[in-house]
């Protein structure tokens, strides 16, 4: 079985700060697992995420994403991964569409100018469809609800067909009764695309039934691991 990410007693700091963010970390997801990530505020959830994405470097200790080794190879795993941010929210006045906002996830693949192929009209088409989100794709990004730029958000990353997601508190803006359909969504996503996908989220509920393993973060260590398989 390959590895989506190795981290071999990791550290991590966040540049200009005297504080270690993450300490001495050791944590293996296989390709195709659903791993949630939890912890409480400030316990290192979020750097973890951008750790992997290549923001941050490795102080110490070794760290692989999809079998490159990081951070040297950073521009070529942000290519493959997809990431939704923890805030995202835009102002109203957020001069795009959802569509063009959506349509932005293909922007590293294109040369400026370039239209959509068939291929991918079809792609965002499914995209937007498997989303709910096809009827408020004109609509002006700024004016969406939080639920609603949740999910165009997470419509960018799909299109980019990544063979990582890394999704920062994806229910923050969705409604309680919602987020099992949400977390669901997300489980179908993985067993269509194979898609490896670790979730940070502090609402475990709509979670822990679906995901392969749980990680609890606490003051940038792993304080509990828990894997299903
Ligand atoms: N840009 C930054 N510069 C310096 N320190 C930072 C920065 N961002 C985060 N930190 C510190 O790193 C540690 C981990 O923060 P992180 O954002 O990863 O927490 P988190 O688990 O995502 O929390 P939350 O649940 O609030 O999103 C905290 O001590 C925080 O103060
Ligand atoms: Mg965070």
Redesign the pocket.
Known sequence: MEYAVEMYNVST?????N?V??SNINLTVLQGDFVLIT??????????L?LIIGFLKPLRGALYVLGLKMPENRMRVRRMCGYVM?NFMKPPETPYTALEVVLMGLAPFKKPFDGLSEWEKDLVENVLQLLGIDNIIDKPFGTLSGGQQQRIMLARALIRRPKLLLL??PFSSIDRESRREFAELLYDIRNSYKTTILV?S?DTEPLEDLVDGIIK?K??HIVDEKWTS
């Open positions: 700091a966040y540049p200009k700060s504080d963010a993450l912890g409480p505020n400030g316990a290192g959830k979020t750097t973890l951008e923890q920062d508190e940070v502090h973060l003051d940038g």
